[in-house]
């Protein structure tokens, strides 16, 4: 079945630090991928989205690059801000019908 | 993207009760999803509720502990029945964007916890 694996967490970075969260996946076909964003005591936010190979999402700083080659689709940012300190979820959608198959999250937290 | 309301956004309840869950969306769409997110865990799919039909459930979610209502295309309810500590988790609902992308847009949640 399908499946999605992140980088192991907690995540401390300063401000203005670069960022890479590493997200991979196991899919039959072409799944579309994505990247969700959960603010502490907020539901989740779709941050970014990418549905074919070696398409770039991006969107407030962050990107992320959908490679088939090597099934990922790492999330970066340039520089974080202590303002982007939350979790930070990789999810892949590989059927029909568009069930969202998660990654376990990575806690990102960001010091001044 | 569509706008997504909860309610309740928390409760507390005892063992053995049932807590309802609405899911209100300010759009008609098709599909609905239920998801569970347990302390510090990640989310999982615990039914997709199609208006007209009956819901489909996950591996390991039964519809005896986990009823849902999808009585039309802009609300669903989910009912966590016989409530054990285990239930306790945020529930969120989502509805599918349209088009080929499959994206999902997600409700603020509702925190149960159970004593």
């Known amino acids: 079945g399908d499946s999605v694996t992140q980088m192991e967490g907690p995540v401390t970075l300063s401000e203005e630090a670069f960022l890479t969260i590493n997200c991979t996946y196991t899919a039959t076909g072409y799944p579309s991928l994505f990247w969700y964003v959960q603010y502490p005591g907020e539901g989740l936010q779709l941050l970014l989205k990418?549905?074919?190979?070696?398409d770039k999402g991006s969107n407030k700083g962050f990107e992320a690059t959908y490679r088939k080659e090597t099934t990922s689709f790492h999330l970066e940012k340039g520089s974080v801000q202590v303002s982007d300190s939350a979790v930070y979820f990789c999810?892949?959608?590989?059927?029909?019908?568009?069930?969202?198959?998660f990654g376990q999250g990575t806690i990102l937290t960001v010091h001044p | 993207s569509a706008v997504i309301s909860q309610k309740p956004s928390r409760d507390i309840c005892q063992r053995g009760t049932s807590l309802t869950i609405q899911c209100q969306v300010d759009s008609q769409v098709t599909m609905m999803f239920w998801y569970r997110q347990q302390p510090g865990q990640s989310l999982t799919l615990i039914a997709t509720a199609n208006q007209g039909s009956e819901a489909t459930y996950e591996s390991g979610f039964v519809i005896d502990k986990f009823p849902i209502s999808r009585p039309n295309l802009t609300f669903s309810t989910l009912t966590v029945s016989n409530l054990s500590p285990e239930d306790s988790s945020i529930y969120l609902c989502?509805?599918?964007?349209?088009?080929?992308?499959?994206?999902?847009?997600f409700g603020p949640g509702t925190r149960l916890t159970v004593t």
């Open positions: 990418a549905t074919k190979a070696d």
């Open positions: 989502s509805v599918r964007s349209g088009g080929l992308s499959y994206e999902q847009y």
């Open positions: 999810a892949l959608s590989g059927t029909s019908y568009g069930k969202l198959t």
